[in-house]
């Protein structure tokens, strides 16, 4: 209130050339406008949740009714991005990863204001974004499917801006075009593994991909990411998944919602289907590459390339000599090589959970 009371005062003296509000508040519009009414030039300061982000529609239209300046920011001062990056083309599902490209010093700052707003319209006219929409793994899913729907071949997304300042040039440059709308049902997947999380895009085998929702979109994805595989049955691949994303599934909220009685295939399918305008960053089975080493330098397997049954034994016989209770025979390799992991790394996601 004081804030307001003090931009009235303002704007009664006339002697200034305008007013800045550094706030998330639209409230702070309406004295703005006031001092808009006076001559004076109103502009409201809105903090964004990343350098690459539009404000939200309400917002824009709010200020634009007002006549009141928006202007977004980032507090992410400290960010620089990457003098080199890599582009991704998804085509016919698959990613393809691209040479390293350079990145021109005019391509690492976030679009100005007007061109972020602008491609956002686009994405919300054809139905990739929605309005108001926030958030890194809305809007990088919206871009990347915004180009493999209109097969306008590789994106580069790795820093975000990238593909802001991509698309905005795009768009420039085909004004007139119509696009094709976003058919709603496509999951853009990016494995992600335990170092490397989706701070940025790493291609974790087997990289990102597109598939269409379907009834099989839970073996699909989990045959993609690794955990369903010939000798391992769709339930055991599923709660090796869970195990392995246990921290970012939403079965709480997926259940409340009246699902408490669905199988595990239609609990996981529900998971996949609410993160369809996500960007979905599932991590995938870890690597055995760690543990062959350990288990060939502790003399419990000869050969480090040695075949995948001669690992399953030699971890097996491992977790005995720690004291540890091995998994069932039969039960999958990812189970067994997720335990040692658990046992020589008590602090990784999984074993927090």
């Not at 602008?118 to 793994?137: M, N, S, T």
């Not at 820093?159 to 049902?185: E, V």
């Not at 990411?225 to 994303?245: K, Q, T, Y």
């Amino acid at each position: 209130m004081q804030i307001a009371m003090d931009i009235m005062a303002l704007s009664a003296a006339g002697d200034l050339a305008g007013v800045a509000v550094a706030s998330g508040d639209l409230d702070f519009l309406a004295p703005l406008e006031r001092a808009r009414s006076e001559s004076m030039k109103g502009l409201l300061l809105t903090c964004s949740r990343g350098a690459s982000m539009p404000a939200p529609l309400e917002a824009r239209n709010a200020a634009a009714a007002a006549g009141v300046e928006l202007v977004s920011y980032s507090l992410n001062a400290d960010f620089v991005a990457p003098t080199h990056s890599t582009a991704i083309s998804i085509r016919g599902g698959a990613a393809t990863v691209h040479e390293s490209i350079f990145i021109h010093a005019s391509l690492r700052a976030p679009l100005e204001d007007d061109a972020r707003v602008a491609v956002a319209r686009i994405l919300e006219k054809y139905g990739y974004l929605w309005p108001d929409a926030v958030g890194r793994e809305l809007c990088d899913a919206a871009i990347v499917k915004f180009f493999h729907v209109n097969e306008l071949g590789p994106v580069a997304i790795n820093p975000s801006c990238l593909g802001w300042h991509h698309l905005s040039a795009l768009l420039k440059s085909k004004p007139s075009t119509l696009w094709l709308k976003d058919p709603g049902n496509l999951l853009f997947v990016v494995p992600s593994s335990e170092k490397n999380g989706l701070k940025y895009y790493h291609f974790t085998y087997p990289g990102p991909f597109i598939l269409q929702d379907s009834d099989q979109v839970v073996p699909d994805i989990l045959g993609r990411l690794g955990f369903l595989r010939p000798d391992v049955s769709l339930e055991e691949a599923i709660d090796d998944f869970n195990r392995a994303n246990v921290r970012r599934l939403k079965t709480k909220e997926i259940e409340a919602q009246g699902a408490a009685n669905a199988s595990p295939v239609e609990l996981l399918q529900r998971e996949f289907r609410i993160r369809i305008p996500f960007m979905q960053g599932w991590r995938v089975p870890q690597s055995d590459s760690s543990l062959r080493d350990m288990l060939h330098n502790t003399g419990l397997l000869a050969d480090q390339y040695a075949p995948e049954k001669d690992v399953d034994y030699a971890l097996r016989r491992f977790l005995e000599k720690k004291g540890q209770v091995a998994p069932p025979l039969g039960c999958s390799y990812t189970r067994l090589v997720a335990q040692v992991h658990q046992l020589q790394n008590p602090d990784t996601e999984s074993s927090r959970a």
